[in-house]
């Protein structure tokens, strides 16, 4: 993507995203985005946790209804 780029063209880039959101609203908006990335790692460890323990929950499910899904064989009476 940046192959055809060459740093004067990368230099320019920069110092227009410098002139339109000023020296202030730049820390600010790395800011935001850097909470944004936290709370989107705190999410997806979250739902990996909730994923495992849900399916232990099911493995569970289907070792306890195996056990008791198993009937006992009628005996016979002489």
Known sequence: MFGRLGWMEILVI???VFIL???????QMMK????????FKKELKSESKEQRETSKNV????????KTSV???PT???
């Open 14 to 16: 920069v110092l227009l």
């Open 32 to 39: 935001n985005l850097a909470n944004g990335l936290n709370v």
């Open 71 to 73: 009937k006992k064989k």
């Open 76 to 78: 016979k009476k002489k």
């Open 59 to 66: 493995h569970l499910k289907k070792v306890a209804t195996k």
């Open 21 to 27: 959101f000023g020296h202030n609203k730049i820390p």
